[in-house]
């Protein structure tokens, strides 16, 4: 007896997605369903990058269908379609970039900017086209941790080009002025600043733009949060009681202004003594988790107080590409893909959808 499309479903309605724990049919992945006299050919597309997770799919997928009587073949095509998500009300999307994720901090110290390029780098590793954006002009970072030099180029008037550096696409105020001086500006020069940097950078098809933002809930933060189109924040913060009082602002302020808050990453969790694996919370225990339970956000992750992760970040080399196969490089590929799968969750943008409505004197 011939295998029916029904029966097929059927067994894709048990297969859940390792990533998400939501099953194909239910999540819509499953797209050109043929089954021919024992043939079954489909495709599952991914609303978030996977590179690392197409065969683990691809075989659960295979097995499940191979169960059912008088299969002969399966043929498994497994893509993904990132798509632009909605952004704060009033704010337009940007040329270029479908979608923005803003990683920010109550305060300064806590690895924000090196989980940010992790972060981009992480994602990039799974497919996707990224790109990251130094938010930070009094202390700009990427350039040197993406071992980037030089000036970016102008090919077109009030425009430049990204500077690129292990796949990714970066502007960061740090690529226009000498390492040795100061910012010595105000804040409204300061977001002028970083919304030229933003909107004159000619970003290439972006799947996501990661915005390093400054730390502190300011004028300057208030005011990109309202400019700024973006899909949504992830907050960096230590187990320590006075990082977490300043990232608590931080969720608050995005909060106000509309911004989705993906989750909440804790860096810094703890350490492990290289010599004799003793572990120890030098900065506190919970306290991102229980921050989560207490805004009803997500956890996405903890990070360890590591010697590597700031040698590889100093050296122009951060942990994602100089060690991609270690531990702490696959905590930072869960994260981004914890990212990227809420982000896919988030509402479409649907502004490309609607035609412009034209008031005419007749």
């Not at 050919?41 to 059912?68: C, F, T």
């Not at 704060?88 to 940007?94: I, N, T």
């Not at 924000?112 to 780098?121: E, F, P, Q, R």
């Not at 950078?201 to 300057?220: A, F, S």
């Amino acid at each position: 007896m011939a295998v029916s499309t029904e029966q097929v479903q059927q067994a894709l309605k048990g297969v859940k997605d390792p990533n998400t724990q939501i099953d194909f049919v239910s999540s819509k992945s499953v797209r050109n369903l043929k089954v021919n006299d024992g043939d079954v050919s489909l495709d599952i597309v991914l609303g978030y990058p996977a590179k690392s997770q197409i065969d683990l799919i691809r075989q659960l997928v295979v097995s499940a269908i191979r169960e059912l009587p008088g299969i002969k073949n399966v043929s498994v095509a497994i893509t993904t379609d990132i798509v632009a998500h909605a952004v704060q009300r009033g704010v337009k999307l940007l040329p270029g970039v479908k979608n923005i994720i803003a990683v920010a901090s109550g305060k300064g110290g806590v690895g924000k900017s090196t989980t940010a390029v992790n972060l981009a780098l992480a994602l990039a590793a799974e497919g996707a086209q990224v790109g990251i954006l130094d938010a930070d002009i009094y202390g700009p970072s990427q350039p040197m941790m993406l071992g980037i030099t030089g000036r970016p180029e102008s090919l077109a008037e009030n425009t430049i080009e990204p500077m690129e550096g292990h796949g990714l696409q970066a502007s960061s105020i740090g690529f226009l002025i000498e390492p040795d001086n100061p910012m010595v500006w105000r804040g409204p020069m300061v977001t002028s600043a970083l919304e030229q940097l933003l909107r004159q950078t000619r970003w290439r098809d972006l799947d996501y733009l990661i915005v390093d933002m400054p730390p502190g809930t300011g004028d300057i933060q208030l005011t990109l949060s309202q400019k700024v189109p973006v899909t949504g924040s992830v907050i960096v913060t230590t187990p320590q009681d006075i990082a977490l009082l300043d990232a608590r602002k931080g969720l608050k302020m995005f909060e106000k202004v509309g911004i989705p808050i993906i989750g909440i990453i804790e860096n810094m969790s703890t350490y492990v003594c290289p010599k004799c694996n003793h572990e120890e919370h030098i900065f506190g225990e919970g306290g991102g988790k229980k921050m989560c339970q207490d805004y009803g956000v997500d956890f996405l992750g903890a990070l360890p107080l590591n010697l590597s992760i700031r040698e590889q970040a100093d050296s122009g080399r951060p942990t994602v590409v100089a060690d991609p196969d270690s531990a702490i490089s696959a905590i930072y590929k869960g994260i981004a893909r914890q990212v990227a799968i809420r982000i896919a969750n988030l509402s479409k943008d649907m502004t490309s959808k609607f035609p412009s409505i034209v008031v005419q004197k007749t």
